[in-house]
């Protein structure tokens, strides 16, 4: 078992199935991933003798590895690297020592290595994006026509349903996921350059060797080393960045909406103080905020990095390292802890329709201008109903009793008009439309959603 | 002409012609083509008098507006629009006016404004970026095989060719190009929901208008409202952050190139000081580093506002405007300091050459290391060279004199296969097949480029 | 009138009076303040006629200069400085034109400039910010004792008073003051070194040209040249950084206690929608966020450019100009709208207690734990305070109820001891010296604040 | 020993001392002090048993504790507190147990660790920077005379001393280990504030707790609990941010003095590569720079988390923690590089003469201009500078001969007056008194730098 992920703070940053494929010992298999695969592309090529490869492989094991010795050897010569080569020839005979990493340079292994490791750690990351979008398909399914106040500045506006904000969600989840899968299957490629980007150790045969390794270890192959134009960890690190974005939004709304006053959903099992039984903390949405809120930071460090001088860069480069496993490490998290969240969201239809009663039908304010500017024009209209809420603030009368005292409105409007107009229900727009919409692109309510939450 | 753009540093930060898409006269000119097209929409959807759509669209003129007083308003509204839209409705008949911004909400104004504006500045923004290219292009095909040191952590490694490195820059300002083109089709899209993004003012018929504003509007057609689902703004921030990367990466290396201690380029009208005539300040470099810098800040700040509430942001919505503004602004400054940079270059392959000599052989010991393992083996070869090494430190000699020295080394050689080894254009693997795709890639030495050096 | 503070977005992002203090002209008069007192610290030093000082004196005229040309001109120079003193020099006699910059360089007149408008508008954002804290200081001692619910996690955990929490918040004002006038008085240094910060122009008398010009300007004395040691950039940067983060944590609080589920507060004027005429939007409390939100991008690219090159940077430096100004403008927009969000806030107590009651007496579960905890021991009080938390969940009872019904609780507490436990109000420990304190360390209760209120 | 620090790149971002103060049970050590000196504190004032609290303080074993445990049930319950009192109540008698964590929340517990680490962590940190800054001083003091081109923008621009810049780095470091200090004392604070701040388990005797407490645990005394006014991690977090910053600057120096073209400084132990053994990488610069370069972002983390709501965030407070634990390990690191590097540079004054001769006098274009301008007027002066500049370019001469070539100059200069503004040496200013300034700011040349040189 790796120990890295296993720290103090492992169940807010370091949830579900990622941590354990960005940690030390993931990233040391990747990168001898690459020596081996590596090796055995050259003896494909007659570069070196098969029996090298075989030997290269067989000796490859991450677990003879020393991390701590590897990490002090990365203060001499600026990647552990070196250390690892030497370490693996050193179980070697001769003529298969000979056949490790030739041609390729330090930055080949690791910047590989960061991309195995990012591709692996996809896995789990966009499964668990999945299932949370899952769960949000099921909620919008679900709570369709619950109706619910729309609110904007936080503020009450007119009324939508929960299961358009949870198809609104699902929507931004999805996205997420398709651009992460994007990077996935465009940008993680192969870095194989040597020294200096030349491939010159493999004389003309370079692009060969590229083409075969990359296949090997099913990267993307790229049309050209890339030491110094870093444009794959960029994408990857902004794909990340914005999908810790949309968590972050939908736990945000969770938590707003599991306020003590607003109390229109609970969390499955909030972590509570044994001196406080009553709250109900919602420890998951909390999690998805803090992993979120260090996303722009990390993103921007890796945006930074982004000018590297020449050949090879003096410090920016390495400055990449730990930010584009934290990334990776924190968005699986965050996704993790949503999709718990979300499956476990208690939902309170009934709070919903007596919070969407607090502004005692001021909310339909809207509604009923548009009904009135049909025969008396925009700006009368407005006139009334600013007439009427005032009524409304003044008296605690209802708008409903405001404006039948209003012999303008009910002349234009008549009773069954001015009914319909203050009926939320039938001021919800196109909200049917909309969440079709998100569950078709989702591909329908998925199955595994429904199981799990049966269970 | 549009005042803002034209400030203090604008020479620095303002270049080019996205500047001037980016002021306050072009967002409002963009939000008056939404009302505008808005109501020409409603009007073919007769949910308004085409009469009244004329009268809009004859009243819709940006020179009549006020900055001044709409930034005023801003204060009191949040946004600019509420404003914007008494404006334009004060110089109205009723009937007209009863058709301006007809079930949209402010953000829908703002949002879609914001759209166009990253659509038309991206117009000159690309353009400047290609150019730039161009020049890239042509400098790789022109220094094909112009000998340089290739640098890693700022020190020479292995040979490279000043042509393999300006395809390296071409390759990354392709790529960057190529990210904020799709970005361009796909995510500027127009924005329209209504108060709470369910388009009820439509009734069941806000699909419908949404699709024909768009075409109208020629923006992308979104699924749904996304009022709070930032990845739009985020996407184009991403794509410009990363394009502002890849012009820092070649102006840093033009910056280092022309050290005068390096003095391999030189720019083509250095700002001098008028005391020290013989600097050749590289300005444009500098002016792209310098907003480069600046793009992390931003995209993060971006990034860090995507997680908004509910149905409309307290905050953090309103917090993008400015930085995207900028970011456009900032990339279209350091393209167009780019592409004259680039343009303007002298490029000196004599001092390249000289500089490669200046390790007295050094930079081809991996060379010489790598033919010596053929037949000694890699740790042999590597010791020998070693040697070699330390004679040339410290006796003032070159590589092949230490290396004539060492008999091992003659005999495993011989004089022809030595020479061969030592020569920096007899180890260049494949610069020429990358160049070569580099330029494929990027459309073949484009002829625009050309010219414009003939100049 | 200095336009460029008026745009569009003036009335979020230039609130105050700080926009006009840090527009270009606003700088470009601190660069002609630099040039003149330079010229007359070296009359009095006898290095240059006192009649070119006067000379030049007479002539540094802002109005004379033509923004836009001196803004082309950066694109030449990489600083608008050189255009700035030709301009100067054009208007004087060949005697004094030579008196003009004399020793000087860009980075001189432009580092003292940006100082000089960071020392001016730190006055108008001061006053506003410390006129936000009288507000505070107001809202502590009135609503010292109007209980409030303490929220952690958004949760209702235990009660508070709204006057602590005010206190909170000018504590948090005070500290941040403090720490931006420690940097006025400390950090805002005179930056005089010449070409490469030797001085070299003045022999021997370099240090009294800057001890005398320092004095001049009234700015602090450097001990040395900082082109390139950028900690007076970085400290305003970061204190002004950090008042944003205190700024937005009050708006923030502001949002969340004047949503329409909680309402114990409403804002004076809220921004309105026409056509929602009972929305109380908290603009001024969004403009607070939105400007906080962009602090720490800022401040991240100011401290991301503090590692410049030898003896002047090529790009970092020029990265700073605009972050400092608009972290100085978006600061003092700020403190502006704070500052009117406070005076004007609407404190409703009876909401508050209200509020209070919602989780029917729970809220006191640490204080009935602790007084059961006195003769139970800690482990058996929170056994039955759970206990009694579960009923009141399933029958919809009260603490109170719920504890009177358990034997072992009326035994251990009385009737007495039971009703101060479960009194609110006897449950604030120490909320009123810690408000005493920060009203002792605001200084009191201010006059202008309770002025203002009455007005 | 701890495991964490010792990760896979240790050597780049774990190095010096810091490393240990900062890891997993570093942080858990600190906080069980917290709950050692709250029960001490508690005795003292008769509220729990002294007994309690000596029985508290034996089974405080940090050994005692599963931190992966403790890392999994911050999952649940949102900090690792609840487990980490859990654990030690399970290890004490029953009136022990109820002794523990008494009137304390989580956060109090968390954020005084944090203090406590940070204090810890500053030793070797500000041992480091000494004596990297020790190191400066003795550079100063040896190359006070040793002339160098001072660069502005990378190019040659007038003479300096490379003592000078060695100062400039010494100015900087003292400057940021001033502000840690500062920080150190003054705003690494106890926090104890209870729930929700108003410290009501003691009753009225709150502020007398935490007044002992502080003292107990040498902590700065708090005016008030701080648990969403974020000043100290943020203040803490800036003065770590700049003393990267600093580091930064001085490594980024090294580096570019140590380039291969350059070759002014050698680094004591480059890490080089076996196929290229002339390299020597500036592997200890290439660090600093490194850490450094994720200081700004990790910086606006902590500023970005400082609107914290109400009494306890939901997300922004957990989201400080790693950030700033990175912070702290990465200074440390980055200060810990440096030291090693600064100690170990190999300076050539011969290279930086020879280097200053690049130009061929033009870098004394400026001395010469000067002393024309005398008689001449600056305007003429520069002209013929500037003619005798070309005429340096065109013919291949120096500038000396150039000069000499128009009659004008040696009319007004004559040959010995030439001489003087020709000699770099005369024209380096008040190089001295900055060097001396910053040596008596240092406290002197130090002994401890000397001897470690002379090891």
Redesign the interface.
Known sequence: VN??F??????????GGVASEVG?RA??QAMLDFEVALAQTLADAALIPAAAAREIAAAADVAALD??K?????????T?V?GLVAGLRSRLS?QA??GVHVGA?SQDALDTGLMLVARRALVPLLHDLDAAADACAALAERHRRSLQ????????????TFG??A???L??LD??TA?LAEVRDRDLALALG???????????R??EIVSALAARLELAEP???WH????AP??LA?AL??A???T??I???V??L?????AEVAVA???G???????????G?????????????????I?????????????????E???LLDLLRLTGSAAA?LRELLVGLTVDPEKMKE?LG??RG??M???V??AL?ESL???RA?DL??EA??H??NRHASLREALLDLPEVTAALGPQRLEQALAPRQ?????D??ID??LI?HGGMPKQSTEEESR
Not at 6 to 15: N, Q, S, V, Y
Not at 273 to 283: D, L, T
Request: hydrophobic letters at 45%.
């Open positions: 120990g890295e296993e720290g103090l703070f492992a169940g807010l940053f370091a949830r030390d990233l040391l991390v701590g590897l990490g002090r050897s990365t203060g001499e010569h600026g552990p070196p001769r020592a000979d340079t106040a729309g609110r904007t500045l936080l503020q009450q506006a007119v009324p939508v358009l904000k198809a609104g969600w929507a931004g996205a997420a651009g040597g020294a200096a980007g030349t491939l010159a150790a493999y004389g003309d370079g692009l049309d050209r080393p110094t134009v870093r444009l960029a994408r902004c960045g914005m810790l974005g949309v972050a939004k736990a945000g709304d938590i707003l599991a306020q003590t006053e607003v099992d909030g972590g103080s044994s001196a406080m039984p009553h709250k109900r903390n919602p420890v949405a909390v999690a998805v905020v803090a992993c979120a809120r260090r996303g722009p930071g990390l993103v921007a460090t945006l930074a990095s982004m000018p590297q001088e020449h050949e090879r860069a003096a410090g920016s480069w390495q400055a390292w730990e930010p802890a919070n607090l502004t001021l909310v304010s809207e509604s201008a548009g500017a024009g925009r700006a407005q109903v600013g809420a005032q409304v603030g001021y919800l727009g196109v909200v439309q909309l919409r998100a692109a």
